[in-house]
């Protein structure tokens, strides 16, 4: 196995970050064509596949996969508009 093997693609801030604040300053929801080209367009690094849940330990939270980004953004949206970070 090589080293490429162990690395995963992972967003730097976090997805959730960015989309949280990017559809803060667009003062609407985001659409599914602005989440992709949002994830595509975020900076991300190479980290060993056993790092992420460090990360994620740190952060205090799971971030939104990026092969599934518009299906958990939706779930996350609906927790974020409950806990009053979002608008409807």
């Not at 518009?70 to 949206?77: D, I, L, M």
Request: overall charge negative.
């Amino acid at each position: 196995m090589s080293d490429s093997e162990n690395l995963i693609i992972f967003p730097m801030p976090s997805l959730l970050a960015t989309l949280i604040s990017q559809e803060q300053a667009k003062g609407s929801p985001l659409t599914e064509a602005e989440v992709i080209q949002i994830r595509d367009g975020c900076p991300s690094v190479a980290v060993p596949i056993d790092v992420v849940p460090k990360i994620e330990a740190e952060r205090g939270y799971k971030d939104i996969d990026p092969e599934r980004c518009w299906v958990e953004w939706q779930e996350a949206r609906k927790g974020l508009i409950d806990y009053g970070t979002l608008k409807a």
